[in-house]
């Protein structure tokens, strides 16, 4: 089946156009046959960070094997297999390096972290999605190297997409943590708050993790009221991201409040208010009075954030 990738959303890491096929992960020939073909392509990361050509031409994080090979040998049991790239149908392999950066970076070489990558803009945004991809798994890999239930040394199984253990037969498989990001409205107002975490200056919109047990509605209005006291009705879908921050699916929503007097939870918040449709306005112009901004368009808050100022729900 043909990866579409729906691109007009505009954030970071989604678009991921690669194929997956993941019905035929389970067969080792197959696998095999793909890993030696000389057309594919790796993604290479040391110490989180992936691995950029700069020397000529634009930015590009797709390697034959030889580019990683010569800091260290690439452990065929270790490859993920991300998919394969929908106009050459040639696979797209990721690989953790074993080696000293300071070495890797020679020859028109660098590591450079992937929120970086997505806010400079540098890199075209279906190779931001295979990043997130390759990010979200190596990590969870690295995380993961032994069985949850015995504690005994696990092995990669289906091309990255699960680990067994050799010792009690367990099976593992990667974590997507969902996460509900929602922006609040009463009428011409939005309602927004600044983590500590967040550039002085910046407000967002609220978000937390959906609990086991938790619809994506009900983790939106526990959220917002446990964070700002109001209260929220209609819960509407409206887009999502991957964040591999380290492996999350961010759901976008958009809430409708029931109240508008905020107690602010300050273990969460440093400050939570409303804004107007005209403040929003500025501060995505970087023209608010107050020098307030919103996060940068890499993220999903940017775009709930922007749709809403716009007119456009």
């Not at 505009?10 to 678009?15: I, L, Q, S, V, W």
């Not at 803009?121 to 979200?136: D, R």
């Not at 609220?206 to 700002?228: D, N, Y």
Request: hydrophobic residues 40%; negative net charge; charged residues 20%.
């Amino acid at each position: 089946m043909t990866n579409t990738p729906d691109t007009a959303f505009g954030f970071a890491y989604h678009g991921n156009p690669l194929e997956r096929l993941s019905e035929y992960r389970g067969d080792a020939e197959w696998m095999a046959g793909h890993r030696s073909n000389p057309q594919a392509r790796f993604v290479f990361f040391c110490e989180g960070k992936p691995l950029v050509g700069t020397d000529s031409g634009p930015l590009s994080v797709l390697w034959q094997e030889q580019a990683g090979a010569v800091f260290a040998p690439i452990e065929k049991e270790e490859t993920i297999l991300l998919g394969f790239q929908p106009d050459t149908r040639a696979p797209v392999f990721a690989a953790a390096l074993a080696a000293d950066p300071v070495r890797i970076e020679a020859g028109g070489r660098k590591l450079i972290d992937i929120r970086s990558l997505a806010l400079q803009g540098v890199l075209p945004p279906p190779q931001l999605g295979m990043l997130a991809q390759a990010s979200a798994l190596l990590h969870w890999h690295t995380s993961h190297r032994f069985c949850s239930r015995c504690g005994a040394p696990s092995v990669m199984a289906l091309g990255g997409y699960r680990r067994d253990c050799p010792a009690c037969g367990g099976q593992h498989f990667p974590r997507t943590d969902p996460v509900a990001i929602m922006l609040v409205t009463d009428g011409d107002a939005c309602l927004m708050g600044r983590p500590p975490r967040l550039p002085e200056g910046v407000f967002s919109t609220l978000a937390g993790f959906i609990e086991p047990g938790e619809t994506i509605e009900e983790a939106v209005r526990r959220e917002v009221f446990e964070e700002s006291g109001i209260r929220v009705g209609a819960v509407s879908y409206m887009a999502s991201q991957p964040w591999p921050f380290p492996a999350s699916l961010m759901i976008g929503c958009h809430g409708t409040a029931l109240s508008r007097d905020i107690t602010m939870d300050a273990a969460e918040l440093e400050a939570c208010r409303w804004f107007s449709r005209d403040e929003v306005t500025a501060m995505l112009a970087d023209a608010h009075p107050q020098g307030l901004k919103v996060p940068p368009p890499l993220s999903i808050a940017h775009w709930l954030i922007r749709r809403w100022a716009e007119g456009q729900g």
